[in-house]
């Protein structure tokens, strides 16, 4: 078989290099069954291979991997790959807002996700934790203000130290970082262009696809001109004062959230329901604690145009709304109105049509098998544009560091996305791992399902006496499988501590007997994962 393609090769008087063997390995391994041997030579022909071999270069291709997008999934991949030895190159490149925000080195969740979000987030607990304060004896006589442009300066000069770090990470990795916008050519050739046009252009044995998501617009009169998404947000340079958020998942509670808590006028305009495909029980009582706060709930409206009142940093804005129900038309006046509508994938104006990448056409995902691979042998894809997948960064992460050590480091560990723990950063967060109450209704029946309710009051709550009732945990057993929990909720404070050692045990297959035979920790929150009671089940909700 070998000497049936050195016919067309020209091997290099130090003999053939290993990327020359790699390839006639991967050629013999997709194409090599006596019957199709010319329709391979055809194949390397088309896919550029064949060329390069012929070209008489000592290596086949530049790369033996390109990594495309620089967030999460793209670093962690690339720099184990690099770890065990291989030749890597990635790419990242951000195209503005069309606001014209830009960011650096990182992805979504350093940039303009996770870590500017938590930051706000715990300036905003902050300011609760102040109030309490005076509760348990701090006195302070002046007015407590917030300053928006401290809190932006001190959250993007972290940011900045993140980016630097990266680049570093990566140099010192010897991963190739080129800052440049890439595209597929041919199946085993990009082209990337830099932010001052310069086109070069990059060949490589393997390519992995991380280009991550962003934000949907809504497609109305005035929507691109005068509102923002979250990728503005974290480096407004201006408070936006008064604000409306579309949308009623993830993003839009946990940004609405923190605004409110900073003191500003905080809207929310809900299609349907809070934060779907999870416990909506749970999600409901994230929901009602908001509103506690005072943050205000537009319930089944959707925007139908936004215009501007008045220019200026924050300027006026005037929204008007559609019921989903009714004919009811709304009007409202908002400083900022900022889009939440959930996030579309990348994959659109890569070249992944020229290369032959199947994606989903209804929402640009592209499907893999349990390897990460595309239906392109040598094309694989992590992260966020994954079809039915987590979008959470440690996902991408996991995923792109098992990929490597798959494709490079003889493994065959796969990445494991059931029971993928989580919690949303609401002004209560919500940390949920595993299955919803009516998934787990769905799929095993009620009267298979032992369910257990509890409702605490952190300790650190009661001197100031604040959200009694509120705080709220579930944990769903099934009843066929010696009570194994399959769904654990917990609605508190530190909400992802919290989530996730139980993820740790939910990974390990912890069943409720094994939580009751556990000593908890007092007095904490998390205790109470562990003293669920039989009695207590269903003793509210
Ligand atoms: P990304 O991190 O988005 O990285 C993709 C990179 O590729 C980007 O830098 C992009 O500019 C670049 N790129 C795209 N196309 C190209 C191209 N053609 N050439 C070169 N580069 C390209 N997850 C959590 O786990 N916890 C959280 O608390 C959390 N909070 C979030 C808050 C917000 C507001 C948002 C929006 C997301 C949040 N997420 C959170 C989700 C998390 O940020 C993503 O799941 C994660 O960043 C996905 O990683 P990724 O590698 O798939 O893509
Ligand atoms: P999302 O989960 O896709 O939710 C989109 C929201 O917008 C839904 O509430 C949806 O309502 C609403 N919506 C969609 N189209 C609309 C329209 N035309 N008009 C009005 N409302 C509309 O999106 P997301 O909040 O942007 O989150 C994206 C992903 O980022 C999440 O899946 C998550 O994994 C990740 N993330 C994670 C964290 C975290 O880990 N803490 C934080 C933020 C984001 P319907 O329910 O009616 O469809």
Redesign the pocket.
Known sequence: MFGHYNVFVHVSQSGPSRSYLTLLDLLCKHYCHTVIQLSAYVQAHKDGSLQHLLSGENEAYDYDLIVIGGGSGGLACSKEAAALGKKVMVLDYVVPTPKGTTWGLGGTCVNV??IP?KLMHQTALLGTALQDARKFGWEFDETVKHNWDTMKTAVNSYIGSLNWGYRVALRDKNVNYVNAYAEFLEPHKIKAVNKRGKETFYTADKFVLATGER?RY?GIPGDKEYCITSDDLFSLPYCPGKTLL???????L?CGGFLAGLGLDVTI?V???LL?GFDQDMANRAGAHMEEHGIKFLRKY??IKVEELEAGTPGRLKVTAKSTETDEIIEGEYNTVLI????DACTDKIGLDKVGVKVNPKNGKVPVNDEEQTNVPHIFAIGDILEGK???TPVAIQAGKLLARRLYGGSNVKCDYINVP????TPLEYGSCGLPEEKAIELYGTENLEIFHSLLWPLEFTVPSRDNNQCYAKLICNKLDNDRVIGFHYLGPNAGEVTQGFGVAMKCGVTKEQLDGTIGIHPTCAEVTITFYRILQHFVG
């Open positions: 996700g996770c979000k934000p809504l579309i949308g009623a998942s993830y993003v839009s946990e305009m299609r349907s329901i779907r959707v925007p939440a509508v959930g996030r987590w979008e959470l989580t919690t949303v950063f």
